[in-house]
């Protein structure tokens, strides 16, 4: 099955997660990500899945800001 794959800042406006917070999530491993060339880009399927699991678990979306 083909994977839908999406830019690191693609995946960071659907989720509302800073860059940064992507890019750790994906080398913790929660979310699939692959390189293709010298662009990293985001299984939108593992993502999906990932903010689905969040949110069974109360997270909120995105990093909290300070004021």
Known sequence: MAQDWITTRAAAELSGYHLDHLR????????????????????????LAYLKEQRAKGERRGRKRKV
Do not use: D, H, N, P
């Open 24 to 47: 750790r999530i994906i080398r913790a491993g929660e979310v699939q990500a692959q390189k293709f060339g010298e662009t990293w880009q985001v299984s939108r399927k593992s993502l």
